[in-house]
């Protein structure tokens, strides 16, 4: 079986043939630093730390380069309602996204280029673009220059739509010297207060699918093998990439690749939902593990509606593969994780990066692992749970794996709760019998303790305060 793939360009299911034997270039659009992520900011990450993983095991050396947007409208909003730099801003985020990543098992990317790094590359495309007749600065003066969407008959082609049909871009205050209100802004001249870079028409700051494009040729050439992001990326960013690299005369993508995105019943998620799906505090609920688990069961491309339910479901179906590992490991002693893989595992993620079908062959076999510990079939034991390892190894989830060993508190929470449930049952008897004294007295040895205890209608609820 070959490996193949959804390509959004293509509408269908492509076998995987990269430009290069042995070799796969992966472009994926990483964090605009403007906040510090939430739960589905991380999604992607997780969803394509999978895919590369599969790709290595499949035997290809992988490069990934993944960006970081650090100058952006939000990102300025943010440094000026603060009242402090705009790099401030992207320092802080960008290293909260790092930390974020490495919590879930993201391998890091090979490499990790920042936007204001890359002004040489970006004005060399711009200007290849107005030689070619595809780009042109404002007829203002204003330092914007703009890409023509009418001299590219191939504008739409990536979103599916037609040039006739599109709105205006309305990524500029005004459409200050657009020929076309549809143009779209490779570079945004210079406001009063807002950091700019020279270039031969005039200062200004990069636009975003600018970035993007002078980013991913100089890491992985002209043409490479996929291009990654989630599904609202599609249009106006990965269009606007396409067209101005190819444009420009670049191959660019070969294979486009979309995550489908983490909506709260049915509604797409926003920054202004609120700090609770901000990963610090997801982590809280639920252990880094069970956290990536969850992110990676649902198929890439199908939407997660998002719930802590849902969430805590996850950990459950983990627990129980965890739970089998450790018995296992416990009846036999250690077990290598195996190279060889399960057909239908192998099989499912060849076939458009299937997890929750190779998450079915995992159950199977935790079962099965299970009846031969019952069965005291030491030897079957011993040869499931290398399989078993082998595959949480390749969707990075294996519970043995050095990757978890210091997230803190595996199995130790479990422990932690069953102690304090202790504390707060007789902290409920006691005031049961009206023994206020003694009530008070537990209450305050576990916020000794680090223990915060808060009355909720579903009973007590716990949690360690932090620091
Ligand atoms: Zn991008």
Known sequence: MSLRFYDTRARQVRDFVPLREGHVSLYLCGAT?????????????????????????????????????????????????????????????QRAFTWAYDILNCLPPTVE?????????????????IERGHAYPAADDSGDVYFDVTSFPDYGELSNQRLDQMRGAGDTDSDRGKRDPRDFALWKGTRPGEPSWETPWGSGRPGWHLECSAMATKYLGPTFDIHGGGVDLVFPHHENESAQSRAAGDGFARYWMHNGLLSMSGEKMSKSVGNSLLIPEIVREVRPVELRYYLAQAHYRSVIDYSVEALREAAAAYQRIEGFVTRAVEAVGDVAPSKELPEPFAEALDDDLG???????????????????????????????????????????????????????????????ALVTVALNQRQAARERRDYATADEIRDQLLDAGITVEDTPHGPRWELRNG
Request: hydrophobic letters at 40%; aromatic letters at 4%; a neutral charge.
């Open 33 to 93: 630093v403007q906040a510090a992520p939430h739960i589905g900011h991380i999604r992607s990450g997780v969803n394509f730390d999978i895919l590369r993983r599969w790709l290595v095991h499949r035997g290809y050396r992988v490069t990934l380069c993944r960006n970081v947007t650090d100058i952006d409208d939000k990102i300025i909003n943010v440094a000026s309602a603060e009242g402090v730099p705009w790099w401030e801003v992207s320092e802080r985020n």
């Open 113 to 129: 280029p920042r936007a204001t790094g890359h002004v040489p590359e970006m004005i060399e495309l711009m200007r290849r673009l």
């Open 355 to 417: 997890v929750s079908q190779a998450l079915a062959a995992v159950h199977n076999h935790v079962r099965e692992g299970n009846s031969a510990l019952a069965e005291g079939a030491k030897e079957r034991v011993a040869e499931v749970t290398a399989r078993l390892r082998g595959m949480l190894t390749v969707l990075g989830l294996d519970p043995l794996s050095e990757s978890w060993a210091d997230t803190g508190d595996s199995g130790l929470r479990g422990v932690v709760d």
